[in-house]
């Protein structure tokens, strides 16, 4: 009896990912979480420079703004709840000094260039096509910062007002890195705040506005489906019922692992969590023979991995 409908995968046939990838994950806060299973397997990734954003138009700025070198300045900053902020990053990079925040910026700006340029994968995150703009200005912000509501225009995106967005990413990328794999997902979170009917159609957009931009080096990852289809239960759900749990997300992990992740990284990684595990080990007697020994095998173990893939730390 079959008890779940599975979405079809493969496994990519070029450009998989392996230990000397380089990842640049940019998004909402799902691409943190698979971030996070990414770090903790010791892959080399850098995640939200300038913390989670939620929106395309929130990604095109940054993106823009780090192939570019914007330089922020005195007035991309303000103040509020005794704390310096800017409109274009999430919050915890505000400051209560300015100067330290405008470094931070520009630091994190430089830092994307980097990344943008030496990156073998790009991972994408889109969480919502809600965006807000501030009245006075008339720019789309990337976080709120807790100023008065009354201070913004709420609106959503059309599909092609997320399609523009979508292709100035892309040509902002391709302009310094045409070999990069760039790789969409939709959040599978659910942005109830703006109500159930408006998160559907937000989503809708997303899907429909990535779907018109997908080519050889562009491609989708179906982890908004996998939540919505093979998990459609709330016991995949935290306490909120909004946000995947745990398990969840080590389940769209483990798919991801089946498309994106070569073979010989796949044993690589095993090696790796089985170091993780043996570092974190709380022995009976630390002072015995058997533990010593158990300490010598892992760090001839550790000096293997750091021999083949220098980059890793443990």
């Known amino acids: 009896m079959k ?11 070029n450009n998989q ?9 940019l998004g909402s806060c799902f691409v943190e979480n698979i971030g996070a299973q990414l770090e903790a397997s010791k892959f080399q ?57 405008l470094t931070r910026l520009n630091n994190q700006v430089e830092a994307a260039r980097e990344q943008l340029k030496n990156a073998t994968h790009i991972i994408i995150t889109l969480g ?33 007002e997320v399609l523009n967005s979508l292709q ?24 109830i ?47 909120d019922m909004l946000h995947p749990n745990e398990t969840a997300i080590k389940y769209i992990w483990g798919k991801f692992q089946q498309v994106w992740i070569s073979s010989g990284a796949l044993k690589t990684m095993q090696t790796v969590m089985d170091i993780q595990k043996g570092i974190q080990h709380k022995p009976f007697n630390p002072n015995s023979e058997a533990h010593f020994k158990f300490l010598q095998k892992l760090d001839v173990k550790k000096e293997q991995i750091q021999t083949c893939y220098p980059h890793i730390s443990f």
């Open 3 to 13: 008890l779940q409908t599975q979405i079809p995968l493969k496994p990519r046939e």
């Open 17 to 25: 990912i392996d230990y000397s990838s380089k990842m640049l994950l």
């Open 45 to 101: 990734t850098t995640i939200n420079p300038f913390g989670i954003l939620f929106h395309p138009k929130a990604i095109e700025r940054l993106v823009s703004n780090a192939i570019n070198g914007y330089q922020y300045a005195d007035a991309d900053v303000f103040f509020n709840n005794e704390q310096w902020h800017c409109f274009d990053a999430h919050s915890k990079l505000s400051d209560t000094s300015k100067g330290e925040l």
């Open 128 to 160: 919502t096509s809600w965006v807000y703009t501030e009245i006075e200005t008339s720019k789309t912000v990337a976080n709120c910062h807790k100023v008065p509501q009354k201070n913004f225009r709420k609106k959503i995106l059309s599909v092609e």
């Open 168 to 191: 100035m990413v892309l040509a902002n990328i391709k302009s310094v890195n045409a070999k990069a794999s760039v790789i969409f997902t939709v959040s599978p979170v659910r942005h």
């Open 193 to 239: 705040k703006d109500g159930f009917i408006e998160n559907t159609q937000s989503k809708s957009n997303l899907l429909a506005a990535i779907h018109q931009v997908l080519s050889e080096n562009v491609i989708y990852f179906p982890s908004f489906e996998i939540m919505m289809d093979e998990l459609r239960d709330y016991r995949f759900y935290k306490e």
